[in-house]
């Protein structure tokens, strides 16, 4: 397995991906897209999950295909991204038709960024227009790091951010990973220089440090993230709802709803092992799993087997770039890593 030529979900050829940031907010919205309509899947983990029509990607219900998925801040108010890139696909003529009526198919995710030294304090709620213009924005390049819906977000330990990267296989098929960085853990061990995912690293893509030489990690469960809030609450805040990782694996692979929830399923490995802790009852831990189906699968058992592991791979390296490439800005309140 090697990186694709991006190291981005994108290098799964016929995906888009758009950002939009709103840098007084500190706050934005990234969107997966792609050329037509794509099978999609989604698992949760997490014990505080935001979401929007993802009943709709379970195996058993009729909808086969989506529009794009949608990744947000914004905590509830980010729900209505997906309506922005509603609008938007209906104007590019894009949705399921019935008769006259014209219905983008359009599932989404969301993180808690309102504590995070952002104004929030807005008459209107900014995310619909978000959430067009980064389908405005969608393309195979795309930017990580304090970008769309990781424009605020925040790890345990230092900022968060928007992660991706891509492995082609053996087997010709491509997997990708991308994802916004937001947990109450932390991505990097004790000294935070070390990544928790750096036994995966490929190329020096996030630093090239290699993993902590030190034993016995883990057991702290410190976060920077909730003394920050708290303070600039100026009360106690409850880890309740307030913490995210949420992502999307894709492939070019020919996939049914329910392989490709399976391969969500297994990329829930990667956060595990670049995150600690993940998947707590206060995280709202998500993973979509998308599928263009331009590349059918040989060996259906080989074939994914080896489809899972890369996403989880995938996911475990983006996480780590999300933090890597996060970058300062006014009013933080938590350092960068590269600061």
Partial sequence: MKPGPRNLITDVAGLKVGNASDTALKSGTTV???DQPFTAAVHIMGGAPGTRETDLLAPDKTVQAVDALVLSGGSAYGLDACSGVVDGLRAMGRGFRLGPALVPIVPGAIIFDLLNGGEKDWDQNPYPALGR??????SADFALGTSGAGTGALTGMQKGGLGSSSLVLDSGHTVGALVVAN????????GERHFWAAPFEIDEEFGGLGPDPAAGLGRSLHSRKMEAMAALAGAPVSSNGSNTTIAIVATDATLT?????????TAHDGMARAILPSHGPHDGDLVFAA???????????QDMLGLCHAASLCLARAIARAVYEA?????????????
């Fill in 183 to 190: 947990p109450i853990g932390s991505v990097t061990t004790p």
């Fill in 133 to 138: 213009a980064a389908l405005q924005n969608a």
């Fill in 257 to 265: 709803k329910a392989e490709a929830q399976r391969m969500a399923t």
């Fill in 327 to 339: 970058r300062p800005a006014d009013g933080d309140i938590l350092p960068c890593w590269q600061a």
């Fill in 291 to 301: 599928a263009t189906g331009s590349r059918p699968l040989e060996d259906p058992t």
């Fill in 32 to 34: 997966l897209t792609a």
